[in-house]
């Protein structure tokens, strides 16, 4: 029943900007979290950032400095504003929710946006 949107990948010259939107649709748990990761051709899927309904963030290593994550509870939204973009960060980006209701884990994808950075 959850669905996530997302919208904002393309691509940019090296040192520029994107941001990122997901917006959860369904019956989502107030007590969530939401984040965004990446996948790279060859690599495993890494955490890029993400963030609990009541605000707490972690960043991955390689961000840290040059990506924020932010949200709007009442939208079910989350964003990630990318700054000082480079090549290696050039990868489907994922957006994810997670929630447990009762007895049931949820664990949410949306369907991936392409974001390239160009040398």
């Known amino acids: 029943q959850v669905q996530l949107v997302e919208s904002g990948g393309g691509l940019v010259q090296t040192g520029g900007s994107l941001g990122l939107s997901c917006a959860a649709s369904?019956?989502?748990?107030?007590?969530?979290?939401m984040g965004w990761y990446r996948q790279a051709p060859g690599k495993q899927r890494e955490l890029v950032a993400r963030?609990?309904?009541?605000?707490?963030?972690n960043y991955g290593d390689s961000v840290k400095g040059r990506f924020t994550i932010s949200r709007d509870n009442a939208k079910n939204t989350v964003y990630l504003q990318m700054n000082s973009l480079k090549p290696e960060d050039t990868a489907v980006y994922y957006c994810?929710?997670?929630?447990?209701?009762?007895?049931?884990?949820?664990?949410?994808w949306g369907q991936g946006t392409q974001v390239t950075v160009s040398s």
């Open positions: 994810n929710l997670r929630f447990t209701t009762g007895p049931w884990d949820y664990d949410s």
């Open positions: 369904g019956i989502i748990s107030s007590i969530n979290v």
């Open positions: 963030i609990t309904s009541g605000g707490s963030t």
